[in-house]
């Protein structure tokens, strides 16, 4: 661990999404190569994830994942997500000289089938989530967004042998405004992005799902699955107003260009 702080990217899978069901209805019938990215931030204090990308196991044998098996994945999003070229978030990080006993602290974005595949891979680490999307998960209304939730993913997170903190609002990792969760509820009830201070690179912002891609952002373009859109929409606001005032850089999880531009590990953004 060294004097600095600095930020990994790495990728879980890839996911040919529908390109409308993304970006409000444009474009139907095109699809958009996306991805299910994870990232590790290697602090002076400690090693934080920022969410563990899709599962593996999932995508390999849904029926059988979980105490109650996906069948609806197959159906779902079988055929648009592909791993076979990757690994999952705990064998990658060794790429980068991390254990995941080493992973002090799990941020996660929302609990997305796409963001929650390797939580139980992490044991021994602190998971900071919103207290709305703990919630929310567990039953949500919005028929698509229930096939999104997946309980093999996340269900070890009302174990005991897990430690998980509730968030609520805003909350500051170290107390420095290094790594900062800041509510951007819209996409699920409990979305929330991750802002971090750089040395070299400045001030980097993981955007999660706020919005999919930079035209999205610019556009107020939301998927229509999103659980609020009024709310999302705010939070896309707000956004772009963080990345104007601090002078930022804002990665969104599932704009491709936006991945491509990090660092491949083992090199890092510092």
């Not at 290697?42 to 593996?56: I, K, R």
Request: charged share 25%; proline share 7%.
């Amino acid at each position: 661990m060294g004097d600095s702080v600095e930020l990994y990217a790495f990728n879980s899978g890839d996911w040919e999404y529908e390109y409308s069901s993304m970006m409000r209805l444009q474009r139907p019938g095109d699809s958009y190569p996306s991805l299910c990215p994870f990232y590790l931030i290697d602090h002076p204090e400690a090693t934080v994830l920022v969410d563990t990308g899709v599962s593996h196991d999932l995508v390999e044998n849904p029926a059988e994942y979980g105490a109650y098996g996906a069948p609806h994945f197959e159906a779902f999003a079988a055929d648009e997500i592909h791993t076979e070229e990757f690994r999952p978030a705990s064998e990658q990080i060794r790429d980068v000289g991390v254990d995941p006993e080493d992973v002090d602290f799990v941020v996660m974005t929302h609990l997305h089938l796409d963001h929650a595949g390797d939580v139980d891979s992490f044991p021994e680490a602190e998971f900071l989530v919103q207290q709305d999307e703990l919630a929310y998960a567990w039953w949500p209304a919005d028929p698509i967004q229930r096939k999104l939730y997946v309980e093999g993913d996340f269900g070890v997170l009302r174990s005991p042998e897990f430690d998980v903190t509730a968030i609520e609002g805003h909350h500051d990792l170290f107390g420095d405004g290094s790594v900062e969760c800041v509510p951007t509820p819209g996409h699920t009830a409990g979305h929330q992005s991750v802002v971090v201070e750089l040395d070299e690179a400045g001030t980097v912002v993981l955007g999660g799902d706020v919005a999919f891609t930079d035209e999205a952002v610019e556009r107020d373009l939301q998927p229509p699955f999103a659980w609020d859109t009024e709310e999302a929409l705010r939070s896309t606001r707000r956004l772009r107003d963080l990345v104007r005032r601090e002078d930022a850089d804002c990665y969104l999880a599932h704009d491709r260009e936006h991945h491509e531009a990090l660092p491949t590990p083992p090199e890092s953004l510092e």
